[in-house]
């Protein structure tokens, strides 16, 4: 059984969101080595007392939870799998927890090496962005064996508020593209209903109270359309994350003979945003478009 006296926590990226995940983890109490690709973007939490691990392979000696948020699919499986990763180097009944939106076939290959290791494998993506991570109110999507899930929930509480076991290794995957498949076309309505009420000569803002709260309400329509409407694109999440995220789903769409015209149309406005050097802003950026 886990607790936080025979806890030892490693978090690999201190990101947008991991920073506030993993400081939530301290805070908590739990003892925390992080790794990142960039030192300075760890800093606040060494500061804290977290201590540095310079790579995956030690996170491995060290902890016997870890836990990663980090870009895209390959830094995952390097991350995991590679000669210097988890898999090969850590120890036997260590949990992995990816929390990185990934691909439900590598969530699979991640934890079938996990198991053949004595280890413990969930993907448990999240949704919620900077504001959830910063109020620890993420949703969590988890994949794996149930029995695991429930191991590691009290961790999961720690930095998030919706937290559901989805089935098998893969499904918290899955269920992230389907959440992202939602915010794709929902992202154009609500840069178009902002730029349809500016054109109308209505105040924005005053329009917003209003339809945030009706059968128009979102998360995004309620904290990216005030960030649009200041002008503020500072990434909550990035849109070249967001474009490989769609990517995925498109994928696994078309593995499911599915199509997915919205997700379609989504993410050929972010390529285009992306090509005029828009990556690095966030998805509210989308407005950009059309003002």
């Given amino acids: 059984m886990l607790t936080k006296e025979n806890t030892v926590v490693g978090f690999i990226g201190t990101g947008v969101m991991g920073k506030s995940m993993a400081g939530h983890l301290m805070e908590a109490g739990y003892e925390l080595y992080v790794y990142t690709r960039t030192k300075e973007k760890a800093e606040e939490l060494l500061e804290k007392g977290a201590k540095w691990a310079d790579s995956p392979k030690e996170i491995a000696q060290h902890a016997n939870v870890i836990i990663s948020i980090v870009g895209y699919p390959q830094d995952v499986e390097e991350i995991y799998l590679g000669t210097e990763g988890i898999v090969p180097n850590g120890k036997e009944g260590t949990y992995l927890i990816d929390m990185t939106t990934s691909t439900p076939t590598l969530a699979k290959k991640i934890f079938e090496e996990a198991r053949k290791h004595g280890m413990h494998s969930l993907d448990a993506p999240v949704s919620g962005g900077d504001i959830g991570a910063r109020e620890a109110r993420l949703a969590i999507m988890a994949g794996g064996d149930q029995e695991d899930f429930e191991a590691v929930k009290p961790i999961f509480e720690i930095m998030g508020s919706n937290i559901v076991y989805q089935g098998p290794a ?18 154009i309505g609500v840069c178009e209903a902002i730029i349809y009420a500016q054109k109308a000569g209505l105040n924005p803002e005053t329009v917003l109270k209003t339809i945030t709260t009706g059968a128009a309400g979102s998360f995004s329509l309620s904290n990216l359309a005030p960030r649009m409407i200041k002008g ?9 994350h ?3 995220d769609m990517g995925i789903a498109l994928q696994e769409a078309k593995r499911m003979d599915m199509e997915t015209p919205g997700l379609s149309l989504a993410k050929s406005l972010y390529d285009q945003l992306a090509e005029a050097g828009e990556g690095d802003s966030g998805t509210q950026a989308l407005y950009k478009y059309w003002a």
């Fill in 170 to 187: 893969g499904s918290g995957q899955h269920t992230k593209m389907s959440n992202q498949i939602a915010i794709a076309s929902n992202m």
């Fill in 232 to 240: 503020d694109f500072e990434p909550g999440f990035y849109i070249k």
């Fill in 242 to 244: 967001f474009i490989k």
